[in-house]
């Protein structure tokens, strides 16, 4: 089973940028959609981003203008840059396949000043 494993996250202030990373264990990404998740205290968890097999991203509105979402297929990683961040940002972030598959532990985000 291929395993994916998010890093990344931390602390930020308002306004700030994080980059997070999704590392699989198999090259996997340009077969399969892949897309950051988010759950925030007390609410259901969210899709983000997502990018297709043929490589188009997709991005809630909430999320749209301020994250990036890509993939290096010889790194078998995927990311997502996150600029402009807002206190409303912060939850726990997961990488997972479209339509979903096991969960990880997922990577913290905190935006706060």
């Known amino acids: 089973q291929v395993q994916l494993v998010e890093s990344g996250g931390g602390l930020v202030q308002p306004g700030g940028s994080l980059r997070l990373s999704c590392a699989a264990s198999a090259s996997i990404f340009s077969r399969n959609a892949v897309g950051w998740y988010r759950q925030a205290p007390g609410k259901q968890r969210e899709l983000v981003a997502f990018i297709a097999r043929v490589g188009i991203a997709n991005y809630a509105d909430s999320v749209k203008g301020r994250f990036t979402i890509s993939r290096d297929n010889a790194k078998n990683t995927v990311y997502l840059q996150m600029n402009s961040l807002k206190p409303e940002d912060t939850a726990v972030y997961y990488c997972?396949?479209?339509?979903?598959?096991?969960w990880g532990q997922g990577t913290q985000v905190t935006v706060s000043s």
């Open positions: 997972n396949f479209v339509p979903p598959g096991t």
